[in-house]
């Protein structure tokens, strides 16, 4: 850890919100993450949805394919090994994902524009395991959303409401062993920004993560084993007109002798609900933010999916 990642232990919300709020803005504002200890999502329910993972990556190629949405964006189910880029990058990341989404009541109204899940008949654990794992991030999202509201100088509950439908997506990502291993300092998943509200991401005590400060610096991002690590997403940074930055990060590429073991990550990408209008905050654009035109988080994400190839213009 550097000093820029202390972990900030979950309780201290419990104790005290304002305690809370400070701390996860503070390190929001330097780096753009936060790493989170002591967090509330049962290990069990984190271990269940990593076996099923794991066993859906052991499948026949020919097999997970059948899971590829191509089509539509890839924005559930299977995408395969050395397709999605970050957004300028020529080169495709070393990974392979999962897209686990929202379960819509049968009358949404966004049932038109968000698809379910794929039912995974080939792993008997995957759905219930994988869904449960969705809840468990999408629901302490949800709190940790209260801690920037109040930082904000918002009500807690100002963001309830703009995401409790929100295109959420839990992606199960799976950086396949490196027999031959690649140049140190090389890239696994090149530098990128996230698109979304913010991202929860367990798995990360792999090194590897890396987020650019201001400063220039890459900072290593190295959380223990009990913490999450949070980032704000470009939504949150349009809606806080810059005051939350959106910061890039990558992955780099592992040691020699750690090349040949598999990498395991699970971010989780909160988003708004789709008819949600991003529009700077008056009080952070009157802190000196940067004022962006407003769009709907649907229009923000198509066009976001286009830049990084997940989308066909």
């Known amino acids: 850890m550097t000093e820029y990642f202390t972990p900030i232990p979950f309780p201290l919300w419990n104790e005290d919100k304002l305690a809370f709020a ?103 654990e995957f759905d219930a395991a994988t869904h449960a794992f969705y809840d468990a991030l999408d629901q302490f999202g949800a709190q940790l959303l209260k801690g920037v509201a109040l930082h904000l100088g918002l009500d807690e509950d100002w963001f309830g409401d703009k995401v409790q439908s929100g295109n959420s997506i839990l992606r199960l990502l799976h950086y396949p062993p490196q027999d031959n291993p690649p140049p140190e300092g090389t890239v696994r998943a090149g530098a990128h920004e996230d698109i979304n509200v913010i991202t929860l991401l367990l798995g990360a005590e792999e090194s590897g993560l890396q987020a650019l400060h201001r400063s220039g610096k890459w900072l290593s991002v190295n959380p223990p084993p009990s913490a999450i690590v949070i980032n704000c997403g470009d939504m949150l940074q349009r809606l806080t007109a810059g005051v939350l930055p959106s910061t890039t990060h990558r992955v780099l590429n592992p040691i020699p002798e750690r090349a040949r073991f598999p990498r395991y990550s699970t971010p989780f990408f909160l988003h708004f609900n789709q008819d949600v209008m991003i529009e700077a905050l008056p009080g952070c654009v009157a802190e000196g933010g940067k004022a962006e035109a407003p769009i709907t988080a649907q229009d923000y994400l198509m066009e976001r999916l286009r830049e990084i190839g997940l989308v066909k213009a």
């Open 22 to 124: 400070t701390a996860l803005g503070r390190s929001f504002r330097e780096t753009g993450f936060a790493v989170i200890d002591q967090h509330p999502i049962d290990p069990v329910i984190i271990a269940r949805a990593i076996d099923a993972s794991k066993a859906f990556f052991e499948l026949p190629e020919d097999v997970k394919e059948h899971y590829h949405d191509a089509a539509d964006g890839r924005q559930r189910g299977y995408t395969p090994f050395g397709v999605e880029s970050a957004k300028g990058n020529a080169n495709a990341d070393q990974k392979e994902f999962w897209h686990t989404g929202r379960a819509l009541p049968e009358d949404s109204p966004y049932r038109a524009t968000m698809k379910p899940t794929p039912h995974v008949a080939e792993v008997a």
